[in-house]
């Protein structure tokens, strides 16, 4: 058995497995970088190593400090998480080398499955069915855009060694080819170092499953049945459940065979997932299934596996590393009940879900459901990482318990001062939809309208927020009841009070109330029940934070009558966090259009296309190709037509 175990990642993957770790007695040593030196992860573990500056390649992808830190500490062992350097042939061997224990597959079987090109004919070879598609060596960007006209649009451009989303773009018709071509291979060379696509059709009304595999060093391999993962935006995971929805005993018996062949074929030791995608336009079919990828390291979503199976995957991995054959025989893994997950993540919705950076004022999940957290009360979301704060687990007996229970945990969710996805969340768990398994990978996008914040989500936040701020010296923003004591109202006759809310002694009341709400200024009409709403908050000394199905509304009392001075009602277009500038597609004095993109900015190593708030003209430009930009820094300068 492991008796110390370092590892080697961030964030609420590294708190996993350091609980898991520590049931196990297994002394845990954590690594950071100057952004996470008070990082939950590193207030976890027994002992913690800093290993560099902030950006991911100065510390956490750098091997040799993360070996460096094994043996200075007497680590016995290293598991990688997922991401950074988790499918790292290299590391995993310098690792052993080295004369540590990999928590990990063999390094063979992730350098056979680490390139998606490769992966698939080696898959073709073994039997397993693939997507058709080109894998090829040739990468001349004419060659390609032939490759996808014989193929047939719409395609799929993927890069090679990618994952989590990037380094991948669908593509509709032969004149979007070349630039999704060349933002992919970008964000493809930032992310990986590897600039290499393949070109795949893409699937209609494609669902995202795959499998779970575990195998041990004693020749045996298990599967712990399938998850869907259908619900993606931007090809990144949104919500992931367990089993998967409308596949029958056969399907899943020919599926979960295919994905044991696949691990079989490299020789595969540890947890790894067989990732599949199915055509769903006339329901799960084995013939409709093809071979994807695999992941060579544990999943972000593998928790809805161990909720079915009431199986630790993170304790199968440990225990297998240090030798152990598998815990369960194939014939003593079976399904129970069915689970879901949400991610929660810093982003902000209303501006396309742009990461949202700053301290975490508030973190509460008052929810029967399991929490996989990245931090707590007074932690920061800084921009050099994956903005994921969290995991949402629920488990149920039917999918439709699943489903109650993850709707009540997404709409009870209390984050703040920090933006983040959990009404869009609650919305698409809540869509009608959803509930009936009527799913694809592109549901999100389909039914955007449906998922966007509605109004009177916006105007139930502003009434809340008004009574919050009449009654924001009572704890929490509770009134006692409908009695009313008139001496409360003597301090509006002080400022601010006096601009606030339009009040005299011995003049009418106007029944108005101006504020500030998440930095814009707004003036509401008072609720007739005011004195009789209850709303839950959180009060700061100047006003407090709203919160209605997990949308989060900041307030303040101070109020100058202008609000923030640069938002996108002014056609302002800021920075959401600092960033690159790698393309600019207007000037000054060009006429756009509401949704135009005007520039592209690279951060937390993703592209992020900023887009026209309305029909108008651009009226300043403040940066160049190539400009490094702060948050909030002034970007474009939209002036609104006239209508």
Known sequence: MIKSLLIANRGEIACRIIRTARSMGIRTVAVYSDADAKALHVRSADEAVHIGPSPARESYLVGEKIIAAAK?????????????????AEFAQAVIDAGLIWVGPKPASITAMGLKDAAKQLMA??????????????????????????????????????????????????????DALASCQREAAASFGNAHVLI??????P??????????????????????????????????????????????????????????????????????????????????????????????????????????????????????????????????????????????????????????????????????????????ISPFYDPMIAKIIVHGDKRADALRKLLKACSMTQVSSVKTNAAFLKRLVGHQLFASAEIDTGFITQHAADLEKPEALIEALLDDATTLLLGKTLSRGRWPGPSIDHSYFD?????????????????????????????????????????????????????????????????????????????????????????????????????????????????????????APFDGTVAELTVALGSQVQVEALLVRVEKADD
Request: aromatic share 8%; with cysteine.
């Open 491 to 611: 301090r509006f006759e002080s400022e601010p009070w006096r601009q606030n809310f339009g009040f005299r002694l011995n003049a009418d009341w106007n029944h108005e109330i101006a504020f500030v709400a998440d930095g814009q200024t707004v003036r509401r009409e008072l609720p007739d029940d005011y004195f009789e709403r209850r709303v839950e908050a959180r009060v700061r000394s100047d006003g407090g934070v709203v919160f209605r199905e997990g949308a989060a509304l900041v307030v303040q009392t101070r109020w100058d009558g202008s609000g923030r001075g640069a938002h996108a009602g002014d056609g302002a277009i800021l920075a959401p966090m600092p960033g690159k500038v790698i393309a600019v597609e207007v000037t000054a004095g060009d006429t756009v259009t509401k949704g135009q993109k005007l520039l592209v900015l690279e951060a937390m190593k993703m592209e992020h296309a900023l887009t």
């Open 200 to 205: 795949e059709k893409y699937i209609q009304r």
């Open 125 to 178: 070879a073994a039997g397993v069915p693939v997507t058709p598609g080109y894998m090829g060596e040739n990468q001349d960007p004419a060659f390609l855009a032939n490759q996808a006209a014989e193929i047939g649009y719409p395609v799929l451009i993927k890069a090679v060694a990618g994952g989590g989303g990037k380094g991948m773009r669908k593509v509709e018709a032969a004149a979007d080819f070349a």
């Open 72 to 88: 200075a500490t007497g680590a016995e062992a290293i598991h990688p998480g997922y991401g950074f350097l988790s499918e790292n």
């Open 207 to 380: 669902r995202h499953i795959e499998v779970q595999v575990f195998g041990d060093t004693h020749g045996n391999v298990v599967h712990l049945f399938e998850r869907d993962c259908s619900l993606q935006r931007r090809h990144q995971k949104v919500i992931e459940e367990a089993p998967a929805p409308g596949m029958d005993d056969a399907t899943r018996e020919a599926l979960c065979a295919a994905a044991v062949k696949a691990a079989k074929a490299v020789d595969y030791v540890g947890a790894g997932t067989i990732e599949f995608i199915a055509d769903a336009s006339e329901g799960l079919r084995a013939d409709r299934i093809w071979f994807m990828e695999m992941n060579t390291r544990l999943q972000v979503e593998h928790p809805v596996t161990e909720e079915i199976t009431g199986v630790d995957l993170v304790e199968w991995q440990l225990r297998v590393a240090g030798g152990e054959p598998l815990p369960k025989r194939q014939d003593e893994l079976s399904i129970n009940g069915w689970a879901m997950e949400a991610r929660l993540y810093a982003e902000d919705p209303a501006k396309g879900f742009l990461p949202s950076i700053g301290e975490v004022s508030t973190f509460e999940i008052a929810a029967p459901a399991r929490i996989d957290a990245a931090v707590e009360d007074g932690d920061s």
